[in-house]
């Protein structure tokens, strides 16, 4: 590859080798005068990182000379870098050269003629180190010799004068070799030990880059889209090594949850370093390729068929020649994962499966479950398999380790046919659903338990199927499938004896818990005070926890005070963490933190909040039951109490969180994204919504986004589909239409109609009065069934009525008199001020602003705008700037000074880039780069990015 070409896409992962390479090169350090030893493995990216100093260097001014080493073999060419860097300089400077220097004609094209008499190499390598001086005298002059390892002798000898004898004008050297390619009898690896001696040089190796920095390539050069699930096969698969990543992703491997082949090309350009193993290293390399390193060297041997000496011989040939690496004190481990896949895949079936047989009987006694249960199904061995994948699961349930616990119970509920006599399947069934619930895969437990009931046979009893339905109860619950949760814990009820049993007893938490969800308090009561009753009776911590719980919530709800709800939560929450009831403490943290928030105390509320997602993380429950749930609703505080960026952090969890959570987390980052106006999000999030639509939560959250976004796109017809869906899709899966987020979505929509009404012909605002009337009848029959509205649900109440008085007093239609539009507005704005929500009391603001410039009341006018716009600007909310602006246009002001960072990502906001692209262009977060854009649309008071650029071209910030 030319190292000499632009890059033509960002770099990636590589800021602080950049950074040290350009300094060491003498781009931005000018006096530097070392010479940089670029090492790394085949395809880490020395060639990508070569390629951005060149043309950094460059742009800095420097002549950049590439010259390559070329695998010849015995036909290498002598000096064919140096050649091929001269070859690069224009003709006319090169035949000042050739004048000045004559020795260095044969490395010139043109001027090597085939009778010209030898020259002696010192005066061959004193021209060149002389010529390269001259080439500096007029500008500065980068070197960059790739491939050493492919390097001829004489290139060698040539590198090792230039950088003892050295240079006396501004001339840097990189020198880039693979340290995969080392092996012991390397011509280059003595060259290399003695180079380094030398004074001013300096080596630095590329290590694989981290699992965020390959997501991010994966995304850059992927064609499509990449799921959660795909982009972690690539980041898994890669090794960090970004050749790796392009030839994984060019092959569609990352397409679907399963992990195919190696590909044949990249298979090729691994296996071929085998060829240089003895048959005895060949034969370890290929057992090790099925192991997973806890086997132990005794069985490694006996499947390779070696003794211990030989065993030693073929690990020292295999380390030497870069295929195995030593990992530890005793552990060796292939020095890319995906070596060892293509080797795996390369065995023939007969061979593979005799060596998981020899390696399975040569295991000692201790040998990890999970070690054995691998060797034993490739092996054939089901029973012996099954036996081992039920230890590894409760192994790993053990140590919180739940996402390999829910994949070693459902491997075993594969093999259940070779499970012995008198195995509890059912008990296997909801202890794998149990591991998939606390893994965050709720909906994947869900279908197991549905399939395990489905399958029962006819003559299971009450009890066995009673099971069962508790299960599916619990776990309906948790997956906000309502109605599922209620009928099933209403047949065990009517299945189970009432009598003193633990299984009863959670019988009767699961109908006081489902019904509490439907507001069925009495009969809820009843329930949860006859599971305390079994449970105290019968020692039961976990549903005791429980049903108190939910008594607590009940309480509440009937008028409790908030402080003495608070009090009870905490005797549960310490009760439950001194039994070492994980989901009961949590449960009991994410319910006290709601009765805090309903009750306006907010600051309590955010350190209950977070205090539930620290004890999950602490716990290994980060992403099971009310774990999540303090992740999830602390970025959903952070937004409503107005850190945005904040909010953002928390939902950027990464590939290693389970797909349906991060779309959950999505949610909440699309509703910054509407506040800010990001309108090309609608079509980013689409793979999204197929998430959204399993929890009511996101549910409410991305459609309230939505309805701003479509708003804002001038698609009002998209904003009431998204609106119309979720209320219809709430009937249908939860608990009918009368949901409290629907007084929200009201809101919203009404005051975007009210938003486009004026510019309407008379007939269309007729129509958008009588839905606006609509609306309103069901915000009062969803105010009439919920009887206990907290501050943020009565702050809605009332924007919703003023909205819907804005559109009559817009339109002329039943319009409300001045003083009940202030009045009404006066109740939304006080009631978001309490809420402590600066984003909506800013947007309440200026719509009671509004009503009162419309009544000649200025003065009042102007003292809400100006707070109003300063949250905006802070908030980069450009919708609401622009509301503003055309209620009160801003007066132009001083010249404005941006800081050299926001200059740069003002630039790259001209070129119509979005943060994340800036953020990758500029080697900086995107929440760094949204903070930038917002520093900048408040210093230059724009309500838009389009507006602050014109801004800053008219005010020439954008001139170099």
């Avoid at 023939?348 to 009987?361: N, Q, T, Y």
């Avoid at 939505?706 to 219809?728: K, P, Q, T």
């Avoid at 629907?742 to 269309?764: I, K």
Wanted: aromatic share 6%; charged share 25%; proline share 4%.
């Amino acid at each position: 590859m030319a190292t000499d070409r632009a890059p033509s896409t960002a770099l990636v992962g590589r800021t602080r080798e950049l950074d040290e390479l350009l300094a060491l090169a003498g781009i931005s350090e000018p006096a530097a005068r070392d010479v940089v030893l670029l090492g790394g493995d085949a395809g880490i990216g020395k060639t990508r990182l070569l390629r951005e100093l060149g043309a950094r260097a460059r742009g800095a001014g420097h002549r950049v000379l590439v010259g390559h080493c070329l695998d010849l073999g015995d036909s290498a060419l002598p000096y064919q870098p140096f050649a091929e860097a001269f070859a690069a300089v224009p003709a006319p400077d090169r035949d000042r050269l050739a004048d000045r220097f004559p020795a260095l004609a044969a490395l010139l094209p043109g001027h090597a003629a085939a009778e010209a008499p030898g020259v002696e190499r010192g005066e061959l390598f004193a021209s060149v180190v002389a010529a390269l001086d001259a080439l500096a005298a007029d500008q500065p002059l980068l070197l960059v010799i790739e491939d050493a390892h492919w390097a001829d002798a004489s290139t060698r000898h040539l590198i090792r004068y230039a950088l003892v004898q050295g240079f006396e004008g501004p001339v840097h050297v990189v020198v880039s070799y693979r340290t995969d390619d080392l092996h012991r009898r390397h011509p280059l690896r003595p060259a290399l030990a003695e180079w380094v001696r030398l004074a001013g040089v300096r080596r630095l190796e590329l290590a694989p880059l981290d699992d965020g920095d390959v997501a991010d390539l994966a995304r850059l050069q992927a064609s499509d889209q990449l799921d959660f699930e795909e982009l972690r096969a690539v980041v898994q698969r890669a090794g960090g090594n970004a050749f790796f990543v392009e030839e994984l992703l060019e092959a569609g491997h990352g397409r679907g949850t399963a992990p195919g082949p190696v590909p044949e090309t990249l298979s090729d350009v691994l296996l071929v370093r085998l060829e240089r193993l003895d048959e005895q290293a060949r034969r370890l390399v290929r057992a090790a390729s099925v192991t997973d390193g806890r086997e132990g060297f005794a069985a490694l041997a006996a499947a390779a068929g070696l003794t211990e000496v030989e065993l030693d011989a073929a690990l020292e040939s295999a380390v030497d020649h870069k295929v195995l690496r030593r990992q530890g004190p005793d552990d060796y481990g292939f020095r890319h994962a995906l070596l060892g896949e293509a080797l795996r895949d390369n065995l023939l079936p007969g061979e593979r499966r005799r060596i998981h047989a020899a390696l399975l009987a040569s295991l000692p006694a201790d040998a990890p479950p999970a070690t054995v249960a691998r060797h034993a199904l490739a092996a054939g061995e089901r029973t012996t398999a099954f036996g081992a994948l039920v230890r590894a699961a409760q192994a790993a349930d053990r140590v919180a380790g739940y996402d390999e616990a829910a994949h070693h119970y459902e491997q075993a509920l594969e093999l259940v046919d070779a499970a012995p006599d008198g195995t509890d399947e059912i008990g296997l069934v909801i202890d794998a659903a149990h591991a998939l619930v606390t893994s965050g895969q709720v909906m994947r437990a869900v279908e197991l338990l549905r399939e395990g009931l489905a399958q029962l046979p006819a003559g299971a009893g009450p009890l066995v199927r009673g099971r069962l339905l508790v299960a599916i109860g619990n776990t309906a619950y948790f997956a906000n499938l309502d109605r599922e949760a209620h009928e099933a814990s209403f047949e065990a009820a009517g299945l189970v004896p009432d009598d003193d049993t633990v299984l009863r007893a959670e019988v009767a938490a699961l109908q006081a818990r489902t019904l509490a969800a439907r507001r069925a308090d009495a009969e809820a009561t009843t329930w949860g005070e006859r599971a305390v009753e079994i449970a105290e009776r019968l020692g039961t911590e976990t549903v005791i926890s429980d049903a108190k719980a939910t008594l607590i919530r009940v309480m509440v709800r009937s008028g409790e005070d908030p402080t003495t709800a608070r009090a009870r939560f905490q005797e549960l929450i310490v009760r439950s963490r001194a039994s070492g009831h994980v989901l009961g403490e949590l449960r009991g943290l994410h319910q006290m933190a709601f009765v805090l928030f309903n009750a306006g105390a907010l600051d309590e509320a955010e350190q209950a909040f977070a205090e539930g997602k620290r004890r999950a993380e602490e716990t290994g429950w980060s992403w099971g039951p009310y774990g999540f749930d303090g992740r999830y609703f602390g970025a959903l505080m952070a937004y409503l109490r107005g850190r945005w960026d904040e909010a953002l952090d928390l939902c950027d969890v990464g590939p290693e969180a389970p797909p349906t959570l991060a779309a959950y987390l999505g949610s909440i980052s699309l509703l910054v994204a509407a506040g800010r106006g990001d309108v090309p999000q609608i079509e980013r999030t689409l793979p999204l919504r197929v998430w959204w639509r399993d929890e009511v939560a996101s549910a409410v959250h991305s459609s309230a986004a939505l309805i701003d976004l479509y708003a804002e796109a001038g698609d009002l017809a998209a904003a009431r589909r998204v609106h119309d869906e979720l209320v219809e899709r709430h009937d249908r899966m939860w608990d009918g239409p009368w949901f409290p987020g629907r007084v929200r979505l009201t809101a919203l929509l009404v005051g975007q109609y009210a938003a486009v009404a004026a510019s309407l012909l008379r007939d269309e605002q007729s129509a958008l009065v009588a839905h606006a009337a609509e609306l309103w009848a069901a915000v009062e029959g969803v105010v009439e069934r919920h009887r206990a509205f907290g501050p943020e649900g009565r702050a809605w109440q009332d924007r919703a009525a003023a909205e819907t008085a804005r559109l009559r007093w817009v339109c002329g239609i039943d319009a409300p008199e001045a003083d009940e539009l202030l009045r009404r507005w006066r109740s939304a704005h006080e009631g978001f001020v309490a809420l402590d929500d600066p984003y909506e009391t800013a947007r309440s603001a200026t719509r009671l602003a509004a009503v009162l410039l419309a009544t000649g009341e200025v003065d009042a006018a102007g003292a809400l705008l100006t707070p109003a716009r300063a949250t905006a600007a802070r908030l980069g909310a450009a919708p609401l700037l622009g509301e503003i602006d055309r209620l009160a246009p801003r007066q132009g002001g001083g010249p404005v000074t941006l800081t050299p960072r926001e200059q740069e990502v003002l630039r790259q906001v001209a070129l119509g880039l979005s943060n994340g692209e800036i953020g990758r262009r500029l080697f900086i977060s995107t929440k760094t780069v949204s903070v930038h854009v917002s520093n900048v649309l408040a210093k230059l008071t724009a309500s838009s990015r389009t507006e602050a650029v014109a801004i800053a071209r008219r005010q020439r910030l954008l001139d170099d």
